[in-house]
């Protein structure tokens, strides 16, 4: 994805809405204050939140546990600059803040490229480029170089590729060093420790053949199957190393390279230089076999919990129908079509990209983009929206000025927020920019001091070496990802998908929780939801109404199925009339009599504004009381002051009758969802902020306004809007957004926290940190309670190894612990963490 146009937030037009920089041609929104807006939605949430700067490095440094930095961006402004366009890599490999600012570093470095946002969040990076002057197969080469994987990000091989290689690390690593490890507690650790396993001779015997020309041999064997593990296993950990050293900002990678290394080069140098030499290249494989395995751990996790979502929504369009001047259909690429082009679009398909409907008549979805819950009439003349679906009908569409969709407007802004959504600095790591300097510093100080005091220089290097081992380097790596990894699995265990690790350090409590509407508050479905017509009427508009596929006349066939039911509800004892009883939230099923016959559909003709027929000998109309007037039919007073007052409330009424006049009416409407009462009051009562934020019409949201718990409503509110309404609530605190679309996509990517409902498209979960795959609203609440636990059990770990640090490395640096004993210590450190890590979060019941 790349492109040239402004994002959100940037000085640019001055036509363009005040506050989400979309266009504002042929709109006249404007405030008291003269401001022009795109629509009456972005007007009232600049009314609400005023007018905010929304700095980007100020946001970044809120994020970060402390205020600890992740390193400047070179691309905190979205504008491209002219010449350039923005371009979006996934990179394979990064996992922490100085990733980040190396990344953006080397890539501002290559001729051509004026900008870069890199996030280790979503392992993207955004990268400003002049296309004369450098590829992307140049940018691809210049990071992969570094020893990071880049690839685009709908590059599935390549994504398929770096999973496969980091497998082949660990495979290697866990059976390479199996192999060292065997020949140390068969043949070397018997020299050490009087092991009764063997008696004196063969004890005898071993220590002689170690310090033989042959145990030279056998020592540079087992030092060359530690190279494999230490430098293609352990490369990702030298990388990261190698990085925080570039970047002056100490990491845990660091730490545990340090430690690593220093075993492997004294071993070396040992077998080079010394006549039976005691070698430590167990100590080397340990460190990065077992830090190697926790992050694989982790990452496996999380693997599994994204294969959950394997089923969501595509909704991007490849390819388009485009008529010739012939009258035929051809099928192009979406990228070939041209300003002009005319493109045949039928029911059940996406609009391509933005348009004008030049012939035709049909009902057009546009939820996906604009949140709008209900469908829309699109006749010659009308905007069509790219990534609409028409539902009925069809549409000739003439291809806009840009040649262009919607949809791909919102995914380049969702690019954009994520290449920008810099990650935290873990708490291990900023630990480290303390403890890893204060390490070396007692090594060195440890190894000097033994010299001074005669020790020889072996015994010096032994000191130092023993210090930086038993710093524990693999407990405090594996505090995090293991908790994380713990974090993540009894999230998967409720049926939350946790793709983002960093949630559970940087969020620990919400101050403004934002919900969209359809969707999520609501199950995004058409249903009945009340009606004022007897049973007779209502079974012959559900038949006529199979044969629509507007999504309307589908809510009204689906009554068909209730009322012949033999498990419906039946109405209320003793009223055979012709009005049921109804619940809040849908129809009462009414059973017919047994001795009905199915309605039989003779006629059926689809209108602008409904439909008619004839069903079992009856002509019947269900639609607009404009329909009816059109027909010559008579539409009493009262049914069309109920279909009016309906409409007000945002729910679609229709009037339906038969043999020339309108009998009553039906209702339909999006439903709400179970339990969002509870969820949004229970916030409430918590003293979390909700706001609902939707794109549909001021008139659907009015339930929500009228709540106690829900503290403002925004309504009729465009993808970018949202986005900026978001980046503008951060300003007052955390915000955490709740949605399911691919309208909701930029504002959850915008959010502190993005959840997405596991039912929406694959654009929002693409987009959230974390999904909830049952649907359940109740489980915002549980994402915080496990990312809270998850913080108690990494601070923990930690805080196990740093009070086993205050007691081993005073032992080391006074040469009362050697490496061997030094290791084995490190390796009960470890377990403990393992040990404490495996247990659950939350108790079963919560």
């Not at 002689?208 to 087992?222: K, L, N, P, Q, R």
């Not at 010739?324 to 690429?333: H, L, P």
């Not at 009554?559 to 012949?564: E, I, K, P």
């Not at 495996?838 to 108790?843: D, H, I, M, Q, T």
Request: some cysteine.
């Amino acid at each position: 994805m790349s492109g040239t146009d402004p994002a959100p937030g940037t000085d640019s037009d001055p036509a363009a809405c005040t506050l989400c920089e979309l266009p504002t041609e042929g709109v006249d929104v404007t405030d008291g204050d003269g401001n022009r807006f795109c629509c009456t939605g972005c007007r009232d949430v600049y009314g609400v939140l005023g007018d905010v700067d929304v700095d980007a490095d100020d946001v970044r440094e809120r994020r970060q546990p402390g205020g600890a930095s992740a390193g400047e961006s070179a691309n905190d402004d979205a504008t491209v600059p002219d010449g350039h366009e923005a371009t979006f890599l996934e990179v394979d490999g990064m996992h922490c803040a100085t990733c980040e600012a190396f990344i953006e570093t080397v890539a501002t470095d290559a001729d051509g490229v004026s900008a870069a946002s890199a996030s280790y969040v979503t392992d993207t990076v955004r990268i400003d480029r002049d296309s004369d002057a450098v590829t992307v197969d140049d940018l691809t080469e210049t990071v992969s170089g570094l020893g990071y994987s880049a690839y685009a990000r709908d590059d599935a091989f390549s994504r398929r590729q770096a999973s496969n290689m980091a497998t082949a690390r660990l495979a290697a690593g866990v059976l390479v060093g199996m192999a060292v490890m065997l020949q140390y507690i068969v043949l070397i650790y018997p020299t050490y420790f009087a092991f009764p396993f063997y008696d004196e001779r063969t004890l005898s015997y071993l220590n002689e053949a170690m310090a033989s020309t042959s145990g030279t041999y056998f020592f540079i064997v087992i030092g060359v199957l530690t190279t494999i593990v230490l430098f293609f296993t352990g490369k990702p950990i030298l990388r990261g190393a190698y990085v925080s050293a570039r970047t002056r900002s100490p990491n845990m990678d660091l730490l545990v390279a340090v430690a690593a290394v220093s075993a492997y080069l004294y071993s070396t140098l040992a077998v080079i230089f010394v006549e039976s030499p005691s070698i430590y290249y167990d100590v080397t494989v340990a460190i990065i076999v077992i830090v190697t395995v926790g992050n694989h751990y982790e990452d496996s996790v999380k693997e599994r919990a994204t294969e959950l979502l394997s089923e969501v929504t595509a909704i991007r369009v490849d390819d388009a129908r485009r008529l010739t001047a012939d009258g035929e259909t051809e099928s192009v690429a979406v990228e070939a079509l041209d300003p002009g082009d005319r493109l045949l679009v039928r029911a059940g398909e996406r609009v391509p990209v933005d348009g004008e409907a030049v012939d035709g008549d049909a009902a057009v979805d546009e939820s996906v983009v604009t949140g709008e819950s209900l469908p829309v009439r699109k006749v010659a003349g009308d905007a069509v929206v790219g990534g609409s679906i028409v539902a009925d009908g069809s549409l000739t569409v003439a291809v806009g000025p840009d040649a262009a969709s919607s949809l791909d407007r919102v995914a380049e802004l969702v690019y954009d927020l994520q290449s920008g959504n810099h990650g935290v600095q873990k708490l291990a790591d900023r630990l480290a920019t303390v403890f890893v300097p204060a390490v070396l510093v007692i090594a060195v100080v440890a190894a000097g001091a033994s010299l001074a005091l005669g020790g020889t220089t072996t015994d010096a290097m032994l000191v130092g070496l023993t210090v930086l081992i038993v710093s524990c380097p693999c407990a405090l790596g594996l505090a995090t990802p293991l908790a994380v990894a713990a974090g993540i699995r009894d999230a998967l265990e409720r049926s939350i998908v946790v793709f983002d690790d960093t949630v559970f350090e940087r969020i620990r409590e919400a101050d403004t929780v934002v919900f969209d509407k359809t969707g999520t508050l609501t199950t995004g479905e058409m249903r009945l939801v009340d009606r004022a017509v007897d049973d007779d009427l209502l079974r012959l508009a559900a038949a006529l109404e199979s044969r629509s596929a507007h999504p309307v006349g589908q809510a009204v066939a689906a009554a068909r199925t209730a009322l012949g039911d033999d498990e419906g509800a039946p109405h209320e004892p003793g009223d055979d009339g012709a009005t049921p009883a109804v619940a809040d939230g849908g129809v009462e099923a009414v059973k017919p009599p047994a001795d009905d016959a199915e309605p039989t559909v003779d006629s059926f003709e689809s209108h602008a504004r409904g439909v008619s027929g004839v069903v079992s000998g009856v002509e019947v109309v269900v639609g607009h009381p404009d329909l009816f007037d059109e027909s010559g039919w008579s539409v009493p007073d009262e049914i069309r002051e109920a279909v009016a007052d309906a409409r007000d409330v945002g729910r679609v009424p229709v009037a339906v009758g038969r043999d020339g006049a309108a009998e009553g009416f039906v209702v339909v409407g999006d439903e709400l969802r179970d339990g969002w009462e509870e969820t949004v009051t229970a916030l409430d009562d918590t003293g979390v902020e909700v706001i609902v934020l939707t794109g549909d019409d001021e008139r659907a949201a009015t339930v929500f306004r009228d709540h106690d718990a829900v503290a403002s409503v925004f309504a009729g509110v465009p993808p970018e809007g949202k986005a900026e309404t978001v980046a503008r609530l951060k300003e007052g605190g955390v915000t955490v957004m709740v949605g399911d679309g691919t309208n909701d996509a930029p504002a959850l990517a915008a959010a502190d926290l993005g959840v997405a409902l596991g039912g929406g498209t694959a654009m929002a979960v693409d987009a959230a940190d974390v999904a909830i795959v049952d649907d359940d609203l109740g489980s915002v609440a549980t994402v915080f309670e496990l990312a809270r636990a998850a913080g108690r059990r990494v601070k923990g770990n930690i805080g196990w190894a740093f009070c086993y640090n205050a007691v081993a490395i005073p032992l080391a640096a006074t040469g009362l612990l050697n490496p061997l004993f030094a290791a084995v210590a490190m390796g009960a450190s470890s377990l403990l963490v393992v040990t404490n890590s495996s247990r659950a979060l939350l108790p079963d019941d919560e």
